[in-house]
Every structure is written in structure tokens, then in C-alpha cells.
């Protein structure tokens, strides 16, 4: 007898970092709550992921898509000059993408953004507005 599947949940730490955008056919989109960086995160929903090579191939071609199209979208909404994607998961062990927009002269620049200072929250009602520009960049 097969094993049940289990539910694709969103990591505790994820979901308490960052707001919803939405979700693409494979990912559910995140914007990290840090406004020093126009910085949105990619989870697939797929239960029990850890590493990239977890992925089945057809989804890791969805994947680099999805990534594509929003860090394209990101970087027209925050005219960012680079966009930097990674996948680390030593503090989150769930697998997930970060996508963020970086510009000479940002708080971090030209290192990277992790642990780079300490992180500054939109102000009320800014992560959820730049989430809804996303979304609408999206089609979502």
C-alpha cells in the first residue's frame, strides 16, 4: 500500500517573513518583508522539497520559467540594475528561490543581501501594496 501524499504547507518562518503575492502554476510567490530590497521569494508547492534535485525535471524547467518571469517583473516595478536569484536554504530548509533586485549603493552593495545589516519592514500597509503591484505585474 502507497504512502498518503502529504499537503504542500508554506514553512512557518516563510509565511511569518513575508506576504502573499500569489500563486503561478508551480509556485506560490512571497515578497519578504525587508523594504532595503525589492526582494520576492518562490516556493514550489510540492510537499517534502528540500534540495532543487527533489524536483521532478518538468518541474525544474517551470521553475527557471517562473523565476524568469518574476524577477523580469520586479525589476521593471523597482528599476533595480541587477537581479540576483539563489537558492540557499541553510536557515529554511524548505526549497525555496529568492529573486532580488539590487542597485549600486543599496544597503548591501556589492556583497550580498544575507546578513547584511538588520532587515527594515515596510512601513503598515507598503508590503501589502507592493504586493498587490506584483500581482497585477504577474497576471495574478
Not at 513575508?18 to 510540492?46: T, Y
Not at 525589476?75 to 537581479?83: D, H, I, R, Y
Request: charged share 25%.
Amino acid at each position: 500500500m502507497m504512502a498518503p501524499m502529504t499537503a504542500f504547507a508554506l514553512n512557518e518562518q516563510l509565511a511569518n517573513d513575508c506576504s502573499v503575492v500569489g500563486d503561478l502554476p508551480l509556485c506560490r510567490v512571497l515578497l519578504i518583508n525587508d523594504c532595503r530590497f525589492p526582494w520576492a521569494i518562490l516556493v514550489p508547492r510540492r510537499a517534502g522539497l528540500v534540495e532543487l534535485t527533489d524536483l521532478p525535471p518538468a518541474d525544474r524547467a517551470r521553475l527557471i520559467e517562473e523565476t524568469a518571469e518574476v524577477a523580469a517583473a520586479l525589476k521593471k516595478l523597482s528599476g533595480a540594475e541587477k537581479m540576483n536569484i539563489g537558492a540557499l536554504g541553510n536557515v529554511v530548509r524548505q526549497f525555496h528561490v529568492h529573486v532580488v533586485g539590487r542597485s549600486e549603493g543599496d544597503d548591501a552593495w556589492p556583497g550580498p543581501v544575507w546578513g547584511a545589516g538588520a532587515r527594515v519592514p515596510y512601513a503598515e500597509g507598503a508590503a501589502d501594496a507592493c504586493a498587490r503591484e506584483l500581482r497585477r505585474a504577474l497576471g495574478l
